[in-house]
């Protein structure tokens, strides 16, 4: 029976597949870039929105990651909610309404969406980093700090490492997050592959879109692929081992 | 050695004040393990966590080797002590080596220095060095878990150990067996430990001496033996437990209260006749049948009369040979169920050393009491 | 500050259009957790389904809204609504049913399985365990994942001006088309005072439809001790 439902799966997926291969076909996707200035222009935009998420989710990643680290500092504990929820605003706050506000305050360009983006990238990973750290048990640490090790090595040797799983989430989910918003930075000339999906809205032509849409979609699943490998660098083969192989 | 002067710790300010540790005075000696016992809450775990400057004093000082726990910087103070807790606290993210390895790394030793260290202590607990030391937290049982934490607090091998019911975790059949392989580490090694615990059977086991505390005071100091014969007052009384008498039996030996042999054995092979003049001129209830110095048994005036033969052929069987090392509670348990009087000693060779029976007992716990009151 | 001073002058439309926003999220959200509620509490019965169809709509998510509507667009012309509401309402629908679903799926699976049976062995029928057990203490955590949904909503639907649908994205979409800084700040502000107030809103709900108990609970966990 099991085998059935698999099979029977498997069967739909294809299909789906096939259809979809169809689609993108007719769609004139593949005849749109195979001409070569399309195909230039299309990865002069995928360029451009990389490196947009790269800046953009580097400096998330810093900030996000300081905050989550001094938050869970005994000293600056308490305000550690009222924090998480400023910097969760800037998630509540729809992508749109953050980049038109930092284009208003910034101009237009590169420097507006990147802006944009880390804002609305902070929250997943200070997040997460604060819930991680915050769930290293009290007594590891109390073990390290009664064998003799300081704050600060406890901080890099115990808590980030025990909390690295969680934060590596935050820090996947921010990433993903990013490259779906960044394809709003073409609205305040920043470029990336929005170009090619809005132009072909308001053109209401099929193959401009996907030549936006595909790759966006592509870019997100490569990047969370990366995710996985990457954790499986960074967290400690201890902390790895009651997983599933990946 | 530690030494304990005046020390006061209160948590809390103004009419919220509370005196986890008050007036606390005393000093362990280089080579003991003392225990810290009472109940929750009565300031055992805190006046320990003062020790190493986890929690920092109210009041009074804490000398270690006469020097002034405050004039050395708290990471320093405490990478020179070992520190064990209930938890174990062992890193998840590092293996067991990695773990182990923490202090000695901290003291800048070489890499070839700690490899050594830690298969070293490895095995002196009795874990297979080269299965265990890749391995990480997660995929050890408790026992094993509860070794490594012992190896690591002596991982860099200091002179004090402070321990906060590190054996409190796992089971009591694993307990036993950690306590024992414990003392005979400590024997080896005679660190000096102060132990945490709640439990009165593991501080009579584990202590060379005992502190009682409760409400954050000290209430006496004492070996187990004087703590269990002479209480200070109803409080240690009710906590040592009404049985006080079989726990003290349990830290005494065979050895302290045996009687050794005297014209009261004779040899397998001697004729019975002589062996029944022997047993009858000696006034002996019985006499212990040796054969090449170990006990094959025992014959008495009704084995031996109107008989003409080997003594080994009319030897009657103990039903157990005790040891010099085995506790007289263990001993005790078995003379409830045995119908002979006494019970044969015998050395760690296996050769006869002497008697055991309940008079002896009874004399010698006697004896105790009266040695110990004022 | 002008800013104020366009909110004042244009009241009707930004009222209108608030309305209009606010009707195409809450509408899609209602449609969203007719589908992904039972769904939620369907594939708990078997986790290898539950597993597939949740990384299913995971990957949905990785799509971004823009290009979702982008590709709706030829399917939907053919029934005269490339443009519009209708697509932008599909859109958000489908964009829902992760965190509905999942947290659907994770509240109820989070029962303890030991209460059920506590239910069971006092001798509640399982209408009675239904009503008194499971649905109270899954109850917050599905409205979470409602919470999640519609404030997710709110922003998509702000692109979704650029598909026609209306909503308080047109400020923005045209204060961008003729440099009116600010429009685009009316709308910023305006779209972004709606989600803060819808998710606030659905945090009180949260709270009173809890338990009293679990938040007692919760507060406690919460604190390293």
């Given at each position: 029976m099991h085998l059935l439902t698999f099979k029977a799966y498997r069967f739909t997926l294809l299909v789906i597949l096939v259809a979809a291969g169809v689609f993108i076909e007719r769609a004139g996707f593949i005849k749109y870039l195979s001409d070569p200035f399309e195909m230039r222009f299309t990865i002069n935009l995928i360029l451009q929105h990389i490196n947009m998420v790269i800046v953009s989710i580097s400096a998330a990643a810093f900030i996000g990651l300081t905050i989550g680290i001094i938050f869970t500092r005994p000293k600056f504990k308490k305000y550690s909610g009222v924090?998480?929820?400023?910097?969760g605003l800037g998630q509540t706050v729809p992508s749109l309404a953050v980049i038109a506000i930092s284009m208003s305050f910034i101009g237009i360009g590169f420097k507006a969406a990147v802006f944009a983006l880390c804002i609305y990238s902070v929250l997943p990973i200070a997040r997460n980093t604060l819930a991680g750290i915050s769930s290293v048990?009290?007594?590891?640490?109390?073990?390290?700090?009664?064998?003799?090790?300081?704050?600060?090595?406890?901080?890099?040797?115990?808590?980030?490492?025990?909390?690295?799983?969680?934060?590596?989430t935050g820090f996947r989910i921010a990433?993903?997050?990013?490259?779906?918003?960044?394809?709003?930075a073409f609205l305040i000339g920043a470029g990336g592959l929005g170009d090619h999906i809005f132009t072909g809205i308001s053109l209401m032509r099929m193959d401009k879109i996907l030549a936006g849409a595909i790759p966006?979609?592509?870019?997100?699943?490569?990047?969370?692929?990366?995710?996985?490998?990457?954790?499986?660098?960074?967290?400690?083969?201890?902390?790895?081992?009651?997983?599933?192989?990946? | 050695m530690i030494q304990y002067n005046h020390v006061y710790k209160t948590f809390g300010q103004g009419s919220d004040a509370v005196n986890a540790v008050e007036d606390i005075s005393f000093k362990i000696e280089k080579g003991d393990l003392v225990v810290f016992l009472g109940p929750s809450g009565c300031g055992k775990t805190t006046l320990l966590r003062l020790t190493n400057?986890?929690?920092?004093?109210?009041?009074?000082?804490?000398?270690?080797?006469?020097?002034?726990?405050?004039?050395?910087?708290?990471?320093?103070?405490?990478?020179?002590?070992?520190?064990?807790?209930?938890?174990?606290?062992?890193?998840?993210?590092?293996?067991?080596?990695?773990?182990?390895?923490?202090?000695?790394?901290?003291?800048?030793?070489?890499?070839k220095r700690i490899k050594e260290r830690v298969d070293e202590l490895l095995f002196m607990l009795r874990l297979d060095p080269d299965a265990v030391k890749e391995r990480y937290p997660t995929e050890l049982s408790g026992g094993q878990k509860q070794r490594v934490g012992v190896a690591r607090c002596l991982a860099a091998d200091p002179d004090i150990l402070l321990m906060d019911e590190p054996f409190g975790a796992i089971d009591p059949i694993n307990r036993e067996d950690i306590q024992n392989e414990f003392l005979a580490v400590q024997e080896k090694l005679k660190k000096t430990i102060a132990f945490v615990t709640h439990d009165i059977q593991e501080a009579i086991k584990m202590g060379d001496k005992i502190a009682i505390f409760q409400a954050g005071k000290l209430i006496q100091?004492?070996?187990?033996?004087?703590?269990l014969t002479r209480p200070a007052n109803t409080y240690i009384s009710d906590f040592v437990g009404s049985d006080r008498t079989l726990k003290l039996l349990a830290i005494l030996k065979v050895s302290d209260a045996m009687m050794a042999v005297h014209e009261n054995v004779v040899s397998n092979n001697e004729n019975t006749q002589s062996a029944h003049n022997k047993l009858r001129n000696n006034n002996l209830e019985f006499m212990i049948v040796i054969y090449e110095g170990r006990p094959e048994g025992y014959v008495n005036d009704e084995a031996l009369k109107d008989t003409d033969t080997e003594v080994t052929n009319v030897t009657r069987p103990f039903t157990r040979v005790i040891h010099e090392d085995e506790s007289l509670r263990d001993v005790m348990s078995h003379m409830l169920v045995s119908k002979v009087r006494h019970l044969p000693v015998v050395d760690s060779e296996g050769l006869i050393s002497g008697t055991i029976s309940y008079r002896d007992i009874q004399r010698c716990i006697r004896d105790i009491y009266k040695k110990n009151k004022l | 500050m002008s800013i104020l001073d366009y909110i004042y002058k244009n009241a009707d439309r930004c009222w209108a259009l608030t309305l209009e926003h606010i009707w195409i999220v809450f509408f899609s959200v209602f449609i969203a957790t007719l589908i992904a509620v039972p769904a939620g509490i369907a594939i708990t019965r078997n986790d290898?389904?539950?597993?597939?169809?949740?990384?299913?709509?995971?990957?949905?998510?990785?799509?971004?809204?823009i290009a979702l509507f982008g590709i709706m667009l030829p399917f939907l012309s053919m029934f005269g609504h490339g443009l519009g509401k209708v697509p932008a309402i599909i859109a958000l629908v489908l964009y829902s049913q992760l965190p509905i679903i999942r947290n659907t799926y994770t509240a109820v699976k989070n029962v303890p399985p030991s209460l059920i049976e506590a239910g069971r062995g006092i001798g509640m029928g399982s209408w009675s365990r239904m009503k008194q057990i499971e649905i109270p203490m899954a109850v917050p955590v599905i409205i979470s994942g409602l919470r999640t949904a519609a404030v997710m909503n709110i922003g998509i639907a702000a692109i979704a001006a650029y598909i026609g649908a209306g909503g308080l994205g047109v400020f923005i979409q045209q204060g961008i088309a003729r440099a009116y800084d600010e429009m685009i700040l009316a709308g910023a502000l305006l779209v972004a005072l709606l989600a803060i107030f819808v998710d606030l809103f659905m945090a009180l709900v949260e709270r009173l439809l809890t338990p009293k108990g679990l938040i007692v609970s919760r507060e406690r966990n919460k604190c390293i001790c």
């Open positions: 924090v998480m929820y400023i910097v048990q009290s007594w590891i640490i109390d073990a390290a700090r009664g064998i003799g090790m300081s704050e600060c090595r406890i901080l890099f040797q115990i808590e980030i490492p025990n909390a690295m799983k969680v934060i590596l990433l993903i997050i990013n490259i779906g918003t960044a394809s709003l966006t979609t592509l870019l997100a699943l490569f990047a969370d692929y990366l995710c996985g490998l990457l954790g499986f660098l960074i967290i400690p083969k201890g902390l790895r081992l009651d997983e599933k192989a990946v | 400057r986890l929690i920092p004093l109210t009041r009074g000082n804490i000398l270690i080797n006469n020097q002034d726990t405050t004039t050395w910087n708290g990471v320093k103070l405490r990478q020179s002590m070992g520190y064990a807790i209930q938890e174990i606290g062992l890193f998840p993210n590092k293996t067991i080596y990695g773990n182990i390895a923490v202090v000695p790394r901290l003291l800048k030793w070489d890499e100091y004492d070996t187990p033996e004087i703590i | 290898r389904v539950a597993e597939k169809v949740i990384s299913t709509a995971n990957i949905l998510m990785t799509i971004p809204s």
